[in-house]
């Protein structure tokens, strides 16, 4: 990261504003900013999914642009308002209880319908039957992204805990580590195949994509950095694959990765969150 270099660890301007920046990354930790890049992701997913409806060859596509930034921000606000303090969006935080899973899945549906929902289609001149396709593909593709949403969440029943002294992400519970893995192995796995039956090839394609993270972790010995992988590569998968069709969307991404990596760099002297993993020597048992 740049400011790494412009702004070294310890020294004289790093020190004045940590304290500034530890109280920012305080508000950011109660908000639970973070979670966004998810409830981003998930909205958008049904944004793409409509366009790929509506035009199968639709690509780099900057119209609806507005549109789209609206339901972000009707989200966000959605999540930090209500989800957030009334704890019904609780991933990364805990390991899950499956009613919680199925309430987050249940909200992961809403999100995806909010955001494929696109009232000026019904508003033109189309066909009536195109209409009732339209809301019925809602339902086909919303299995798919449902099962590849769960492979992902499921990933998140290992929790990190950050080391502040060293810098270090460890997790200090493998317990179930076959049962999770295998899960969000099969589900991915199901998102694929249903996603390809559908052609849709966004889906298919970042859901292939993101398998191995899961594969790679269930096999190799405990450590961190495959957890690591396996929790961020996926959703980072799958918002860069949906970035092709509606580029606007690595905005809000890029303005909200940067804003907290430069948070936590003042805060722990960390680059967080990134696409570097920790390579200690020793397994995290």
């Known amino acids: 990261m740049i400011i790494e270099k412009i702004v ?3 020294s004289g301007t790093y020190v004045k504003w940590k304290e500034y ?4 990354g305080e508000k950011i930790d109660s908000l639970g900013l973070i979670q966004l890049f998810t409830i981003w992701t998930l909205t958008v997913s049904g944004i793409v999914t ?12 900057w119209n609806g642009w507005m549109i789209g930034l609206f339901k972000l921000i ?7 308002s209500y989800l957030r303090p009334k704890k019904l969006w609780l991933i990364g935080t805990k390991t ?11 909200i992961a549906s809403l999100l995806f319908i909010f955001g494929y929902l696109d009232f000026t289609f019904f508003q033109s001149e189309k066909d009536s039957l195109l209409k009732e396709l339209y809301l019925s593909n809602v339902i086909f593709s919303l299995s798919y992204y449902m099962m590849a949403f769960f492979s992902c969440l499921i990933v998140f029943q290992f929790t990190l805990v950050l080391d502040k002294e060293k810098g270090v992400w460890n997790n200090y519970e493998w317990e179930n580590k076959p049962l999770y893995f295998s899960l969000s192995i099969i589900s991915m796995f199901i998102s694929i195949m249903v ?3 559908f052609e849709d090839p966004v889906a298919s394609t970042a859901s292939a994509v993101a398998i191995p993270y899961s594969i790679i972790a269930l096999i190799w010995p405990n450590h961190v950095r495959h957890l690591q992988r396996a929790r961020f590569y996926p959703i980072f998968t799958f918002a860069m694959f949906f970035c092709v069709l509606a580029p606007w969307f690595i905005i809000p991404l890029a303005l909200l990765f940067f804003f907290i990596r430069t948070v936590n760099y003042f805060r722990f002297g960390i680059v967080y969150p990134s696409f570097g993993v920790d390579f200690l020597e020793e397994e995290n048992v």
Do not use: G, K, T
């Not at 409509?50 to 596509?61: A, G, H, L």
């Not at 009707?74 to 930090?80: E, I, P, Q, R």
């Not at 899950?96 to 249940?106: D, F, K, P, Q, T």
């Open 96 to 106: 899950l209880s499956v009613r919680e899973i199925i309430l987050h899945l249940m």
């Open 21 to 24: 920046f530890i109280h920012i």
């Open 8 to 10: 070294p660890v310890n």
């Open 195 to 197: 996603s390809i039956s």
């Open 74 to 80: 009707v989200a966000s606000f959605l999540f930090l």
């Open 50 to 61: 409509s366009m790929d409806f509506q035009n199968r060859y639709v690509y780099w596509e």
